[in-house]
Nanobody, 127 residues
Framework: QVRLVESGGGLVQPGGSLRLSCTTS?????????IAWFRRASEKGREALAC????????YYSSVMNRRFTISRDKAKNTVYLEMNSLIVEDTAVYYC???????????????????WGQGTQVTVSS
């Protein structure tokens, strides 16, 4: 069964950092799937953050990230990370990873392109 499992969320103070992990099941070969991070804040729609392509590991970021977040992957561990720095209260949300078999238009971070989703991990930024 294809699965994605997020971890690493929690409570952090403003200005702090967190690293989220998205670990995929063995059926997922990161050479075949692009992996993206999205988030959904309370009473808001899901927001695209970043993705890493399957073939060459190229990274794409949403303009809202303002270079505070970094996506990376470790193919040996079947894991994709989202390093988040200088966190602000507005970053509070449930963070999801998702997988896509597409390799085109990844830079547009289109939610409908992603057919596999994890259950999400809560990130709360509060003092």
């Amino acid at each position: 069964q294809v699965r994605l499992v997020e971890s690493g969320g929690g409570l952090v103070q403003p200005g702090g950092s967190l690293r989220l992990s998205c670990t995929t099941s063995s059926e997922f070969d990161l050479d075949d799937y692009a992996i993206a991070w999205f988030r959904r804040a309370s009473e808001k729609g899901r927001e695209a953050l970043a993705c890493v392509s399957s073939r060459d590991g190229r990274k794409y970021y949403s303009s809202v990230m303002n270079r505070r977040f970094t996506i990376s992957r470790d193919k040996a561990k079947n894991t994709v990370y989202l390093e988040m720095n200088s966190l602000i209260v507005e970053d509070t949300a449930v963070y999801y990873c998702a997988a896509s078999v597409r390799n085109d238009r990844l830079g547009f971070l289109i939610e409908d392109d992603y057919g596999y989703w994890g259950q999400g991990t809560q990130v709360t930024v509060s003092s």
